[in-house]
């Protein structure tokens, strides 16, 4: 009885990671599964080993247990080479049904997809405590979602901006390492259907590591090529007022861009389609459902007045003082209305 709400508990947190967009245990694309395939083969090696370490363990236990009236020393034993040979045999071979596997998908993985003219070659960059993406064939850049078509081999290179960091989308691939001394880590990313996936930095990196998420959008190949094409067109030009034009060139554009040229902070094309300020982290307890322009613009405007607040240990400037309201409210309005017409479909999910 007292057991009771322990399992309740554990059954709980096992609910908890099910979530299917963050979940190794619900496997979207080839590596995830292959990486799924080889947790349950080392899950049930194991099962079998505790079964029987614990069988007989109990067994012996009970069978020869000291009986009423049993007064003498029972016969001392010293060595038995048979046994002692299967428990060196037994361990091995499981070893190597372990290993055999192991090997063979580390180099699988390993494969470099970055040649493949089928593939889309993105290269990713931890900075702290964002990701930015940039579609090298593409002359895409951008930060927080990544978008790509399903079915195909995303090619990934992966680099730090400053420290360590670790590239994980638990339910398709991961999760590698970005490294300071500049060398370049390589991975492949697919995922077998349209969907979204969350991502996660899986190193730690600082204050805010826990809130370095991003999304990877999975969507069919006419969307991605929508996509594509409004990335590559013309940035969204500001309506009315240029004076909040200005003022947006001044304070925002110094360290962001809006084409897709790179830049110290994250990109901000598109903001609107990501339906989340600074990554995911303002949104996270709506990210399941559609999220209102009015949040969308709130946190935005609190993001930018108290990033420190938000996400902390992060690069952000506060801006307070610098920006009227109005140029606040013009600055807020023209980011969240920035929604690419691709995305609108997908994003409805
Ligand atoms: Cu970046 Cu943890």
Known sequence: KRLLPLFAGLVLLLSACGRSDLSTLNPQGPVADKQFDLMLLAITIMTIVVVAVFGIAIYVVIRYRRRPGQEEIPKQIEGNH??????????????????????????????????????????????????????????????HDLVIPKGKKIAIELRTADVLHSF????????????????????FIEAYEAGLYRGKCAEFC??????????????????????????KAEPKAFEGDLKVAESFKQNCLTCHAIDNAPALGPNLK??????????????????????????????????????????????????????????????????????????????KQ
Request: overall charge negative.
């Open 82 to 143: 048979k046994l002692e040979v299967i428990w060196t045999v037994i361990p091995i071979l499981l070893l190597i049904i372990l290993a055999v596997p192991t090997v063979k998908y580390v180099f699988a993985f390993a494969e470099d997809y970055s040649g493949d003219p089928d593939a889309v070659n993105v290269k990713v960059t931890g900075h702290q405590f964002w990701w930015e993406f940039e579609y090298t064939d593409l002359g895409i850049n951008t930060a």
């Open 168 to 187: 994980w989308v638990p339910a398709i691939a991961g999760k590698m390492d970005t490294n300071p001394q500049g060398n370049v880590n390589k991975m």
């Open 206 to 231: 600082g204050q805010s590591h826990a809130l370095m998420e991003f999304k990877v959008k999975s969507v069919s190949e006419e969307t991605f090529k929508a996509w594509v094409a409004e990335m």
């Open 270 to 347: 598109g903001f609107g389609s990501r339906e989340a300020v600074a990554g995911i982290m303002l949104n996270r307890e709506t990210a399941d459902e559609p999220i209102e322009q009015a949040v969308v613009e709130e946190h935005l405007r609190q993001w930018i007045t108290e990033p420190q607040k938000v996400k902390p240990g992060n690069t952000m400037p506060a801006f307070k003082e610098q920006l009227s309201e109005e140029e606040l409210d013009g600055i807020v309005k023209y980011l969240a209305e920035y929604k690419l017409e691709s995305l609108k479909e997908f994003n």
